[in-house]
């Protein structure tokens, strides 16, 4: 197994360093205004599914995928949509979370009166969980401005200790390299 160490002479460590630095620019936007910056990821991941929705179009019209074609076409639809409407509604997606979240507390609730009308044991347990969900999901709705501070605040926390740990790891990593490279052999 090489551990960076071994990597003598290449600019493995500002590599490093660079992805570090970034990492903690990028925790103090989250912590400044953490609403815009979990926007811009959710809207940085549409762009990827819009890519992948491109490589799998791509990829149905290769010689050798003729089986696969229909199937990787309408992944590549997929993939494309779905990324067009998580960047259009980038900055609605907790509130669609809560929504979901909601709705399907109320399908859980009607599915425990079919229990409970069955004589099954179960129905009180799935009535708890779907009254649970949908409390959660109208929760996530009217705060939803609050919970994306939140976790805005743990991934600027979580951001700004691997940013930190990648730039300790690099300078560690120069100063052994220079340390290896200045002992005579």
Request: glycine share 12%; net charge positive.
């Given at each position: ?9 290449s600019r493995v460590?500002?590599w ?9 620019a990028?925790?103090?936007a989250t912590f ?10 959710i ?16 990829a149905a ?9 229909s ?6 639809a ?30 859980a ?5 079919g ?11 799935e ?7 949908f409390?959660?999901g ?6 939803h ?25 690099a ?7 220079k ?7």
């Amino acid at each position: 197994m090489k551990t960076l160490s071994t990597f003598s002479g290449s600019r493995v460590w500002l590599w490093l360093l660079a992805c570090g630095v970034a990492l903690t620019a990028l925790s103090v936007a989250t912590f400044v205004n953490a609403e815009k910056i979990l926007g811009l990821l959710i809207y940085v991941a549409g762009v990827a599914l819009c890519g992948v929705g491109a490589v799998a179009g791509i990829a149905a019209f290769l010689p050798g995928r003729r089986e696969e074609r229909s199937r990787l076409l309408i992944l590549a639809a997929g993939n494309a949509l779905l990324g067009i409407f998580v960047m259009i509604f980038s900055q609605l997606a907790l509130i669609f979370v809560g929504i979901a979240l909601a709705i399907d507390g109320v399908g859980a609730v009607l599915k425990s009166f079919g229990k409970k009308r069955s004589g099954e044991n179960s129905w009180l347990a799935e009535m708890f969980l779907g009254v649970t969900f949908f409390v959660l999901g109208a929760v996530v709705v009217v705060f939803h401005s609050a919970i994306q501070s939140l976790i805005g605040g743990a991934l600027g926390l979580l951001l700004l200790i691997g940013g930190l740990s990648l730039s300790i790891i690099a300078l560690l990593t120069r100063s052994s390299q220079k340390s290896g490279e200045n002992t005579p052999a």
